[in-house]
């Protein structure tokens, strides 16, 4: 049996993701249909190359954790830093548990699922890490695209580790591994391989904002249905412009 759509009648969730909260900022009329309405926007495609390399780099810095070994990153890049250990480190990085905050004016559970956290020697704060995957020509940053989006989600991890009582330096990272064009497909016994070019993008973030607008996103929750959105939605557009067609 198809699985029954929620209605506006029924309580609005106790819980957000951190991916929820930026669905809200995007569009509020999305946001409504489905978190409290239950309808979910098209699929998109799942990027499993990102969901590889952030796999592998989690191995790569969980294999030092602990050991008190220094990563030839962190000399190239002069960081005095380690890999943090935590005995939560497994849940924060889950993308259903994460790491969790009670937003107190509101009663909802915020969360979100962070790839690593590297601890300052000297201080011992907190370095909120983030990795990202592409294949461009020349270095990537983050001006334009998706970079309004990324420097968001950094604040707003920043932001929860904050609440939640540690001491988060403001200084975040984005290790970014770019793949290469460069040379061939095949190496030994025929294994396929991509070189990756490896950025490191420090961001200082300014979370000050997460609190405001956490308490508009569950207020748009307890609301009517807002207003669909004319330009600033890709789905909306194609709604609206659906519909100018098809009446």
Not at 3 to 18: E, G, H, Q, Y
Not at 101 to 121: F, I, P, Q
Request: glycine share 10%; proline share 6%.
């Amino acid at each position: 049996m198809p699985r029954r759509k929620r209605s506006a009648a029924d309580a609005p969730p106790t819980t957000l993701s951190r991916s929820a909260l930026e669905a809200f900022i995007r569009c509020p009329y999305c946001f409504y249909l489905h978190r409290r309405l239950g309808i979910k926007p098209p699929d998109q495609f799942p990027l499993t190359l990102a969901s590889a390399t952030d796999a592998l780099l989690k191995n790569e810095f969980d294999a030092i954790r602990g050991t008190g070994e220094r990563h030839p990153l962190w000399e190239r890049e002069g960081l005095n830093v380690r890999a943090y250990e935590h005995p939560q480190m497994d849940a924060w990085r889950h993308n259903f548990t994460g790491i969790r905050t009670l937003h107190r004016s509101t009663g909802v559970t915020l969360y979100g699922a962070v790839d690593d956290v590297w601890e300052d020697l000297a201080t011992g704060a907190l370095h909120i890490v983030d990795y990202k995957s592409t294949s461009k020509q020349g270095n990537p940053s983050l001006e334009g695209g998706f970079g309004d989006g990324y420097r968001r989600q950094m604040e707003i991890y920043q932001w929860l580790f904050r609440q939640e009582g540690f001491d988060v330096h403001p200084v975040g990272y984005f290790l970014y591994v770019n793949g290469s064009k460069r040379g061939g497909f095949y190496g030994e016994g025929l294994a396929g391989r991509m070189l990756f070019d490896t950025v490191l993008l420090a961001y200082q973030g300014q979370d000050g904002w997460v609190d405001e607008v956490v308490t508009r996103a569950v207020d748009c929750l307890h609301g009517p249905l807002p207003e669909p959105s004319s330009s600033g939605c890709d789905s909306c557009r194609y709604f609206l412009e659906r519909s100018a067609v098809t009446g």
